[in-house]
C-alpha cells in the first residue's frame, strides 16, 4: 500500500491510500486538517505517523481516533523504526531532526548541530538512519548523511537528498533532479560503484 498526502479541488487536505495492484486511492478517515507532508508507517503495517496542526499524530489502521504523541510544529516526512522509535524534524530554521518513542514520551535531538536536517530514513536494525541536509533549496549543496539514535555523530556519505535503503544493498536518493541508485557498503557506512540513474525530472519537496 502507498501512503500519500493529496489536496482536493476544495483545498482540504488529507491523508490518502492506495493498493499497489489498484489505481484507486481512498481517504484515511481522521487525518483531514492542516497536513505538512505524507505520514510514515509503522513498521508492521497497523499504524501511521503525521503531523497535523503542529502534533505529531499516530493513527491506528484498524480505527479509531489519532492519538497526539506531542507538539512539533513544522515538520518534514518522518520515519518510523523497527526499534520503536520515530524521528521527525521539528522546531525552526535551521530544522534539526528529533526522536519521540513511538508510544509517546520524551522528546530528544537526534543529530548535533547543523541543517535543515530533512528526510530521515532508517537502515536496517533501526538504529541507523540516513537524512539530507542542505543550506536552502535542495540543489547541488545537498547532501546525505547517517546518524545513530545511540549517537550525536554523522558522516557524510555523499551529494544528494530523499535516501532510503533498498535490500540488499542499494540506496536510492535525489541527486539535482534525477533518482539514482548506488551500492551501499556492508557496513552501510560508504557507497560504492558509479550511481545508477533510474529516472529523470524528480521533484523534491523543500523548506
Do not use: H, N
Not at 534539526?96 to 530521515?120: C, D, F, H, N
Not at 557498503?185 to 560508504?190: D, F, I
Request: charged residues 15%.
Amino acid at each position: 500500500r502507498i501512503l500519500f498526502a493529496a489536496t482536493k479541488r476544495d483545498g482540504t487536505r488529507s491523508l490518502w491510500i492506495r493498493p499497489m495492484d489498484s489505481v484507486k486511492a481512498q481517504p484515511i478517515p481522521e487525518t483531514e486538517g492542516r497536513l505538512y507532508s505524507t505520514g510514515a508507517w509503522s513498521p508492521d503495517g497497523r499504524s501511521i505517523a503525521y503531523v497535523e496542526d503542529g502534533k505529531l499524530r499516530r493513527l491506528e489502521m484498524a480505527g479509531g481516533s489519532p492519538r497526539i504523541l506531542g507538539s512539533v510544529g513544522a515538520m518534514a516526512v518522518p520515519a518510523w523504526s523497527p526499534a520503536g522509535v520515530i524521528l521527525f524534524t521539528a522546531g525552526e530554521s535551521p530544522y534539526l531532526l528529533y526522536q519521540i518513542p513511538a508510544s509517546g514520551g520524551e522528546v530528544k535531538t537526534a543529530t548535533g548541530s547543523g541543517g535543515p536536517q530533512l528526510y530521515p530514513s532508517f537502515l536496517p536494525g533501526g538504529r541507523s538512519f540516513l537524512y539530507c541536509t542542505t543550506g536552502g533549496g535542495l540543489g547541488s549543496d545537498a547532501a546525505l548523511y547517517t546518524g545513530a539514535l545511540d549517537s550525536k555523530q554523522a558522516k557524510r556519505l555523499a551529494a544528494g537528498s530523499s535516501a532510503v535503503f533498498v535490500p540488499p544493498a542499494w540506496l536510492l536518493f535525489v541527486r539535482g533532479s534525477t533518482l539514482v541508485a548506488q551500492s551501499l557498503g556492508p557496513r552501510k557506512q560508504s557507497l560504492s560503484g558509479d550511481p545508477i540513474p533510474i529516472a529523470d525530472q524528480v521533484a523534491v519537496l523543500a523548506l
